[in-house]
């Protein structure tokens, strides 16, 4: 059983009131699915909760009453899906498909108390396969739990949202993650996450890369050079495809900037998100934002920052 660190609050509410259907929503990284392991142990423990950590329950690692659902990172051709999905098939029985769906898994008792499922980036629902959730968030069995994790409730469709309890989860305290670590590097990246935390010990020399390709990115910003400027984004569009988001850092140096000018940077980073979210080409997209950032950097420097 992993240790949940922090959400103290949220795990007396669970506790106290463990709704059926519950919407967990707040960063990457920061406790969710954490959580929603431990909520599904406290159901099945013998003790209740807290889970003991070692009743016959607890001690079964994976658990049998506990199902992870998340978005298929390749398409059916292999490829890998730039915006990942959750799939019918593996919501609901699909002719054709020889995948037990979560429906199926849900129609048969627990082997201890309660079926759990936690929906993984529930944002990231097709809408059949959200359509097919929702029937058994409206009638799910007695022993039946769903727990959807996602960024925000907005992020989710409104009638899974008005189906579920949400608990929101957010960065935890500095004091609570220097518990756990003395590295600032790791710290500094955590942005009070243990999910970022604890990838970021793991692999220390991918972190520096983030951050060399992030400062390398600003310096080309800053040295007006259009061509060194492109060299240095695709470098940053490389490692923003890997572990570490190397836009943490970026967004750190930006919170230096006059508020006109970072509001103006903000935008064309949500810009880049969006073209990246809708199938744009990376390679357009990015080169979209370098230039945008280049106005805005040039206007910073002229002194006229674009107006509020
Ligand atoms: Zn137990």
Redesign the pocket.
């Given at each position: 059983m992993t240790e949940v660190v922090g959400h103290e609050r949220q795990r007396r509410l669970l506790a106290a009131r463990p709704a059926q259907s519950l919407l967990f929503v707040g960063p990457e990284g920061v406790g969710r699915k954490a959580v929603a392991q431990w909520f599904a142990?406290g159901l099945?423990?013998?003790?209740g909760f807290p889970?003991?950590?070692?009743?016959?329950?607890?001690?079964l690692e994976p658990h049998p009453d506990v199902r992870v659902v998340a978005p298929r990172l390749a398409t059916k051709s292999g490829r890998v899906a730039r915006r990942p999905q959750i799939h019918l098939e593996q919501i609901a029985p699909r002719e054709g498909s020889d995948e037990e769906s979560l429906l199926e898994w849900l129609q048969t008792s627990p082997r201890f108390k309660a079926k759990v499922a936690i929906v993984d980036d529930a944002h990231r629902l097709g809408e059949a396969a959200a359509n097919a959730l929702l029937k058994v968030l409206e009638e799910p069995p007695s022993y039946a739990y769903a727990v959807l994790i996602a960024p925000s409730r907005e992020a989710v469709l409104p009638t899974l949202a008005s189906r579920s309890l949400t608990i929101s989860f957010g960065p935890l305290p500095a004091e609570q993650l220097r518990a756990l670590s003395d590295d600032e590097a790791a710290l500094g990246y955590s942005e009070g996450a243990v999910g970022r935390l604890m990838a970021a010990l793991a692999d220390p020399a991918g972190l520096a890369e983030a951050e060399a390709a992030a400062r390398d990115w600003l310096d080309a910003l800053a040295s007006g050079d259009p061509a060194a400027l492109l060299v240095a984004t695709e470098r940053l569009r490389e490692r923003a495809e890997g572990p570490f988001d190397p836009w943490t850092f970026v967004a750190r140096d930006l919170a230096t900037w006059p508020a006109a000018s970072r509001r103006a940077a903000l935008e064309a980073l949500a810009t880049l998100h969006e073209d990246l979210e809708a199938y744009v080409s990376a390679e357009l997209a990015y080169t979209r934002f370098a230039f945008a950032m280049r106005r805005i950097y040039a206007e910073l420097r002229s002194g006229s920052p674009p107006p509020r």
């Open positions: 142990r099945n423990c013998e003790h889970p003991c950590g070692v009743c016959a329950s607890c001690r």
